[in-house]
Structure formats: C-alpha cells, structure tokens
C-alpha cells in the first residue's frame, strides 16, 4: 500500500513549504472553505495572496 503525502504550497508565491519552515496556514477570512498557507518569506514580506475558492485578497 503506497501512501501519498501531499506538500503544502505556499498561496502567495507557489513554492513548496518545508516542515522546518517558519509558515502559517488558516482558513479564509472571507469564506471560511479554503486553507490558506503562506511560507515564511511570504509573511515577513507582507505578499498579497488570494482565497482560489472566492477571490479574497489579503496581506
């Protein structure tokens, strides 16, 4: 039996998101459905990223 792992991806910018990282994940402030992840750049540089499920955008 194989097992799958899926990687986070970073919703900003796209890259992958290490275990070692300094990242973040929650839900969507908007609609409350879509987990959103920022890797550690992302959320030192303040990167605008954007709920795939209702459009949201935030810092």
Known sequence: MEMEIKV???TSCGKEITPR???THFL???CGEE???RCESCRVLGVTYKC???GWEGP
């Open 52 to 54: 795939p499920k209702c």
């Open 8 to 10: 986070p991806v970073c």
């Open 35 to 37: 987990v959103i992840w």
């Open 21 to 23: 990282e300094k990242s």
């Open 28 to 30: 969507c402030p908007n």
